[in-house]
């Protein structure tokens, strides 16, 4: 099985090399590439931690659907200090 990282970091050396740093092609690659980097970590952090709670399994979503509207300051630091407490289910 291919890496989809590796797959995607020689999908922007191409286009970079075919149509220039700044395309569309290019843009849209490094974009892919990105994407694939964060499945890779979200799938290794997600084997090793615990099973999130209803609240936080929502802060996620709404990091992800979002992005970088997400405001943190909203977040009430007594859930995440409650969460971390609390103790764990296995």
């Known amino acids: 099985m291919s890496d989809p990282v590796h797959i995607a970091r020689s999908c922007v050396a191409h286009t970079v090399k075919k149509h220039g740093r700044g395309s569309a092609q290019a843009v849209h690659a ?4 990105q994407a694939a980097k964060l499945e890779r ?6 084997a090793t931690a615990p099973t999130p709670t209803a609240s936080q399994l929502e802060r996620i979503a ?5 992005g970088s509207r997400f405001d943190c ?3 009430d630091p007594g859930q995440l200090a409650g969460a971390a407490a609390a103790p764990s289910s296995t």
Request: glycine content about 0%; proline content about 0%.
């Open 30 to 33: 490094k974009r892919s590439l």
């Open 41 to 46: 970590h979200v799938t290794e952090v997600l």
């Open 62 to 66: 709404a990091l992800l659907t979002a």
């Open 73 to 75: 300051a909203a977040t």
